[in-house]
């Protein structure tokens, strides 16, 4: 669902109270990745160990940091993973903003924009070490591309595999329906 079917829906607030903006947490959504990215690109491929450690470190905070904060405070969605003690299974349980909370649409669009481009950004880190025979670089930018797309897979299953965006969607469809 697009942002200004979202309006339609009542599920995005174009203005918001200046209160209510996390002009903080955007910028701390966009800041682990983008120095990540960038250690990435500056390091100059010598001292392999630093700079492994520093990078993936910098992948975990952002990893930590949207799938714990941003997303719940931006976007009004979370997720996380149940391990039952019994028998070792998991579960992974997806939660959607409340009906009726809505979220301002220009940090929505960071949110989602930042968490589509980053994987996309390590896989083609990752072709270009893959291209340049460098494995172990390889290895790294994979796990920039597994934890970034771990937490778009993890926000993609909450936005469309809860029971209100499966509402709204319904809803959406069946106006759109009723005007053809």
Request: charged share 20%.
């Amino acid at each position: 669902m697009e942002v200004d079917e979202a309006k339609d829906l009542d599920l995005v607030e174009e203005e918001m109270p200046e209160e209510k903006s996390a002009k903080i947490t955007t910028i701390f959504h966009v800041l682990f990745k983008g120095i990540a990215m960038l250690w990435y690109i500056t390091c100059g491929k010598s001292n392999f160990v630093i700079n492994f450690v520093v990078i993936v470190l910098l992948l975990a905070f952002d990893f930590w940091t949207v799938k714990n904060v941003t997303g719940r405070i931006l976007v009004g969605l979370r997720w996380w993973n149940e391990v039952n003690e019994e028998d070792g299974s998991n579960t992974w349980i997806f939660e959607s903003r409340p009906d009726g909370k809505q979220v301002n649409a220009g940090e929505s669009r960071v949110f989602w924009m930042a968490l589509i481009v980053t994987p996309i950004v390590w896989a083609v880190f990752a072709l270009m070490a893959l291209v340049g025979f460098s494995f172990q670089w390889f290895i790294l930018c994979c796990v920039g591309v597994i934890l970034s797309g771990s937490n778009l897979w993890g926000y993609y299953k909450c936005k469309y595999d809860s029971t209100s965006a499966k509402r709204a969607l319904a809803n959406y469809a069946v106006g759109f329906m009723a005007s053809v």
